[in-house]
């Protein structure tokens, strides 16, 4: 048997971005695709991180911060797969640019 994923997935290592690429240099390429970004790191809204809250807004970026950056993959992506339909639900109805934390507890809590 074998799972498909009900949308296409790109990673960082898969698109080829240096290790330590700049978040606003990878988010001013991916943003004029029109991609849904998911990160653990949930750090773009706070003081410091202008440059990469200067891409999201400009590019119009959907973010959503996803729990479990220290756990096992099968848990983020349990995570991923409890939460898709909601995750889906604000790509279709809100306005670009927002951010989103997935809480461990499966609530999402907009940020930006």
């Known amino acids: 048997m074998t799972l498909k994923c ?7 290592d898969g698109e080829g971005f240096p ?3 700049p978040d606003d ?3 001013h390429e991916v943003g004029p695709k029109g991609w849904v970004v998911c990160s653990h790191d949930a750090k ?6 202008d440059a990469a809250m200067k891409a999201i807004q400009q590019h119009k970026i959907g973010c959503f911060y996803l729990w479990g950056a220290s756990s096992i993959g099968f848990f983020k992506l349990k995570s991923l797969a409890h939460n898709y339909d909601k995750i889906v639900k604000v790509c279709n109805t809100e306005k670009r640019p927002f951010i989103y934390r997935v809480t461990p507890r499966n609530r999402l809590q907009r940020v930006l």
Request: charged share 30%; glycine share 6%; proline share 11%.
């Open 6 to 12: 009900p949308f296409e997935v790109r990673s960082h």
């Open 19 to 21: 290790d330590k690429m």
């Open 25 to 27: 240099e990878w988010l």
């Open 44 to 49: 773009w809204h706070l003081p410091g991180e």
